[in-house]
């Protein structure tokens, strides 16, 4: 018996013999093994490998957007400098029900904590869209997996960034960059997972996994070479003959987002097809389980004065403290010399 037979009937008896879900068992099959066990059939055509030796700027069933430069040892994104978009994208869609798609990379820049902002790795129907959603356009339609560098959200939150999570979008969702994406988050507002991989000198990786309408995501960011899972959420649904591309965007703040390699592979998984399901290719992306629907607050309103003037403003004040410091001791200095006088 097949492995993905097995591994299909073990889905199906699982919730009447244990409380393990679909999700929580295809990911205890990946967690914890090398990154470098590849499963299922290896596609060429979505996938990138070094060296790039494209003629020019081109690179074999890719396509280049925005300020991408290509190097033997990696394509990057954006250049470590402010205001910069770029962007990959695969020419031909991927007509796999299933599939894995790992990805290795390097983020770096400045060091501190002011760092931004992230890029993201796409699953979507219309590539080489450029726009404000790490580089790629709003009210997209598919999937997308945000490496947010940089914390925009103005109110609580229990993680820290580095942080990675999930969308999925049928064209109708707006990302709200401002707040990181937590109104329209795959499996809610903290599914997802910190993954400090800024500045690292060794690579660093990520497993998108699609099987099963289970999308799992598996990191190594700590150079073990084994993954981590991340993040795990059931009943996606997913079409086929979307395409896959990855994009990166900079702001005030900036860092060099380098794509090393990319390595796709066809799973096998048996299915049973649900009736609106069985042309996959029309199949209408959407998610059972997302962020829950609220309120946005508002971010405090800049203020009028601008840079310069709050900076005058606030000298304006110091000379006025010290000023009245001043005053207080020279007041209470000539108080006491006139006591004295009395005094004798």
Same mark, same amino acid.
């Given at each position: ?29 990946? /967690? ?32 280049? /957007?925005?300020?991408?430069?290509? @190097? ?15 962007? =990959? ?8 029900? &299933? ?7 390097? $983020?770096?820049?400045? *060091?501190? &904590? ?6 993201? =790795?796409? %699953? ?57 994406? @937590? ?15 800024? /500045? ?9 996994? %699609? ?9 190594? !960011? ?10 795990? !959420? ?27 390699? !990319? ?20 199949? !209408? ?6 962020? *829950? ?18 900076? =005058?403003?606030?000298?304006?004040? $110091?000379? #006025? #403290? =010290? ?22």
């Amino acid at each position: 018996m097949g492995r993905s037979l097995l591994l299909f009937l073990s889905l199906l008896v699982s919730p009447s013999i244990g409380s393990d879900s679909a999700a929580d068992i295809l990911s205890n099959s990946i /967690n914890g093994k090398s990154i470098h066990e590849f499963r299922g059939f290896y596609k060429r055509e979505h996938s990138l490998i070094k060296p790039y030796q494209g003629a020019g700027m081109e690179i074999p069933n890719w396509d280049l /957007n925005g300020g991408v430069m290509v @190097t033997p040892h990696y394509i990057r994104l954006t250049p470590d400098e402010q205001s910069r978009q770029g962007a =990959i994208w695969n020419r031909q869609p991927v007509h796999s029900r &299933d599939w894995e798609l790992s990805v290795s990379f390097k $983020v770096s820049g400045a *060091t501190g &904590d002011l760092f931004g902002d992230g890029f993201a =790795i796409w %699953y979507a129907q219309e590539p080489l869209q450029m726009g404000p959603v790490f580089g790629s356009k709003d009210y997209f339609r598919g999937l997308a997996v945000f490496l947010d560098t940089y914390s925009n959200h103005n109110g609580p939150h229990k993680h820290g960034h580095p942080y990675v999570s999930a969308m999925v979008a049928d064209g109708s969702q707006h990302y709200d960059h401002d707040r990181d994406g @937590t109104h329209t988050q795959l499996g809610g507002a903290e599914t997802g997972c910190e993954a400090k991989f800024r /500045n690292k000198e060794h690579d660093t990786n990520i497993l998108v996994r %699609y099987v099963g309408d289970t999308l799992s995501i598996f990191v190594d !960011v700590e150079g073990k070479m084994e993954w981590k899972e991340c993040m795990k !959420v059931d009943n996606v649904h997913l079409p086929t003959g979307y395409y896959v591309g990855m994009s990166a965007t900079t702001g005030e703040l900036s860092d060099a987002h380098d794509i090393l390699s !990319v390595k796709m592979f066809e799973q096998e998984f048996s299915r049973v097809e649900r009736l609106d399901e069985i042309n996959s290719d029309r199949i !209408v992306p959407h998610a059972e389980f997302q962020a *829950t629907p609220r309120d946005h607050s508002d971010d405090p309103k800049p203020s009028k004065l601008g840079f310069v003037g709050t900076v =005058i403003l606030v000298l304006v004040g $110091v000379i #006025v #403290v =010290i000023g009245v410091l001043g005053y207080g001791v020279l007041y209470f200095k000539n108080k006491n010399e006139r006591s004295r006088k009395r005094f004798y």
